[in-house]
Each structure stands twice: as C-alpha cells, then as structure tokens.
T-cell receptor
Framework: DQQVKQNSPSLSVQEGRISILNCDYT??????FLWYKKYPAEGPTFLIS?????DKNEDGRFTVFLNKSAKHLSLHIVPSQPGDSAVYFC?????????????FGQGTELSVKP | DARVTQTPRHKVTEMGQEVTMRCQPI?????VFWYRQTMMQGLELLAY????????DSGMPKDRFSAEMPDATLATLKIQPSEPRDSAVYFC?????????????FGPGTRLTVT
C-alpha cells in the first residue's frame, strides 16, 4: 500500500521551460509535505516544503502547490536549468506521527536539456 | 557547514559476514533515521530514534538487522548475517523534531554490496 505516489518515473524538459513534477497521496492524515532532490552518489537534499494550511509555497525558482481535496501536490521549477537534472522525491508526514516519520514517493528523474 | 556523515561510503562483503554502518548526525539534532534505497522499493524507512531512544524499527528485518545509538553523536546499523538481497544504498538522516518541523537532512549514504 503505497501512500505517496509519483506516477511519472521520468520527465524531460528543455532548458528555460517549466518543469512540473507531480505527487499524489492517499492518507488524509498527512499535513506536511516536502520535496527532496537527489543527485547520483549523494544523499537526498531538502528542497522545499508546504504545510496543509497553505496551498502554495514559493522559494526562488521553486514553487510547490497543494490541492488537499484532490490529495495532490506538484513542484514547479521555472525556469528549468541543466543543473536541476536529478531525481526528485516527494514526501509526506503528519502531526499524528510524533516521530516526524516521512513517507517517500518512488521519485521522478528530471532531465533538463540545454 | 553542518552535515550528516556516514562511514564507510562503500562496502563489499560476502554473504554471511557482519556489516556495520555508522552515522554521525548533525550536532543538536534530536531525531535520527535509517533508510534503504533499492531500485524496487525506492526509499524505505528502516528505523528511527528520537533523543537516542528507538521510536520505530518496524521497517527492519529483526532477525538480522539491529540499530543503536550509543551516544548522541553516533548511530549504527548492523546486519548479521548479511545476504545478497541486502545490497542497497543505506542512508542516515537527522532532524530537529519540533511542532512544525519535519525536515530531515541526509548523509551521502553507504553503498553495500553483498556477494
């Protein structure tokens, strides 16, 4: 039972265009969502997060949108750069989980072509 | 520049041998997580600690895996005996669990190959 799903294993985008990465979740108890970026041979690095009390959070070129009714979140990267090429994981957690446990999706590999 | 460190970075061992992986969390972080990444399962949580006490190790095969935090600066993950299906990248992460903080910071991982 996968509670966090990233249905697109890969995405290819031209440099300068928008990249949109999608994530769906099933557990309505989740109230905090995060995106991580992972380069080969490195650990995932925290990118951006959003609380369920918001529907949008922006940090530079990165914006995360949350649609609670659809149990869907997305990460927008504008403009995309070749250095953004990496695997992106979405993750979710909830206040019910006092330990701060994160549930990760399977990841989407983004390729930004010059 | 505070980082999570992990040793060794790579480990090749034969089936049946004991493997110990070590992690130094970021100073001041009160929560430590162990994850395993495989092609099939993605990032799966094995165990985690808060203030050095184990909170959840339900993701670990209990018969062969054990996780401990001897002190606040060291977390260990042991596999005994190791099996080829344990081959994966093992990540340690740490965080400062607060009411509205869920961010975790990952180490570079230990790539384990069991032959």
């Amino acid at each position: 039972d996968q509670q966090v799903k990233q249905n697109s294993p890969s995405l290819s985008v031209q440099e300068g265009r928008i990249s949109i990465l999608n994530c769906d979740y099933t557990n309505s108890m989740f109230d905090y969502f995060l995106w991580y970026k992972k380069y080969p041979a490195e650990g995932p690095t925290f990118l951006i997060s959003i609380s369920s009390i918001k529907d949008k959070n922006e940090d530079g070129r990165f914006t995360v949108f949350l649609n609670k009714s659809a149990k869907h979140l997305s990460l927008h990267i504008v403009p995309s750069q070749p250095g953004d090429s990496a695997v992106y994981f979405c993750a979710a957690s909830g206040l019910y989980n006092q330990g701060g446990k994160l549930i990760f999706g399977q990841g989407t590999e983004l390729s930004v072509k010059p | 520049d505070a980082r999570v460190t992990q040793t060794p970075r790579h480990k090749v061992t034969e089936m049946g041998q004991e493997v110990t992986m070590r992690c130094q969390p970021i100073l001041g972080h009160n929560t430590v997580f162990w994850y395993r990444q495989t092609m099939m399962q993605g990032l799966e949580l094995l165990a985690y600690f808060r203030n050095r006490a184990p909170l959840d190790d339900s993701g670990m095969p209990k018969d062969r895996f054990s996780a401990e935090m001897p002190d606040a600066t060291l977390a260990t993950l042991k596999i005994q005996p190791s099996e080829p299906r344990d081959s994966a990248v093992y990540f340690c992460a740490s965080g400062m669990r607060a009411v509205d903080s869920y961010e975790q910071y990952f180490g570079p991982g230990t790539r384990l190959t069991v032959t």
